[in-house]
């Protein structure tokens, strides 16, 4: 495995984004980037040249790992692929789907006699698609995917996103469990590629990386 990933370019975004509705006021979701950053912390410790694009998170940088700070799903767009080319991409990251079309310039405020409030949202850019299609495509794209259905919708979303994306492995995983998924220390995986599936874990989200890598590094270097 080392010997796979060492000296090569590995490119990793982990965290949530923020899609900002006034300036007090943001759409967020609950990713830690714990995750993302245990596997760019397993990258670095393999001799892998590691950078990490990490949302607004409050974690550590890994030692011996580049960070690149974003906020938005158009920020880490931009940072992700103002870091291509790199030989493997982990989409860690729980980017938004959504951003506000208009940003309000000043605080939404109650109005008397006013119960509701709409607001318009636009696609955010597939960074995971974009980074498959790029011309400067990396070896090995891999993206996850964070499900709330039973497994068999997670393994038929997987399987969909993995063909409709282009991408090499699709590691999904179940949230709102106890112990698992998002702001949880541990998770539990699994991953497709075209022609096969494994699961991994639950074990804490550390080994779990150092699994993963593991694992996708013995498949690139067949």
């Given at each position: 495995m080392s010997a796979s990933l060492a000296g090569r370019r590995v490119l990793v975004s982990a965290g949530p984004t923020y899609e900002d509705i006034d300036p007090v006021r943001f759409l967020g979701n609950r990713s830690s980037g714990r995750m993302g950053f245990a596997l760019a912390a397993a990258a670095a410790s393999l001799d892998a040249d590691t950078v990490l694009v990490a949302g607004p998170v409050h974690l550590e940088t890994p030692a011996g790992v580049r960070r690149i700070d974003v906020?938005?799903?158009?920020?880490?767009?931009?940072?992700?692929?103002?870091e291509l080319p790199a030989e493997l991409y982990i989409g860690a990251a729980a980017v938004a789907d959504w951003t506000l079309r208009d940003i309000a310039s000043e605080k939404l405020k109650k109005q008397p006699g006013v119960d509701t409030l709409t607001l318009e949202f636009v696609r955010t850019a597939d960074i995971l698609a974009d980074v498959a299609a790029h011309p400067r495509r990396p070896r090995c794209v891999v993206g996850f995917a964070a499900e709330t259905g039973d497994?068999?919708?997670?393994?038929?979303?997987?399987?969909?996103?993995l063909e409709r994306k282009r991408v090499d492995f699709?590691?999904?995983n179940r949230v709102g469990l106890a112990g698992s998924g998002f702001e949880a220390a541990d998770n539990a995986l699994h991953v497709f590629w075209n022609g096969g599936e494994r699961r991994f874990g639950p074990a804490p989200k550390t080994r779990l990386a150092a699994e993963l890598l593991d694992f996708i590094g013995g498949r690139m270097a067949t």
């Open positions: 906020r938005s799903a158009a920020d880490m767009h931009a940072a992700v692929l103002s497994d068999a919708e997670l393994a038929r979303y997987a399987r969909g996103k699709v590691c999904a």
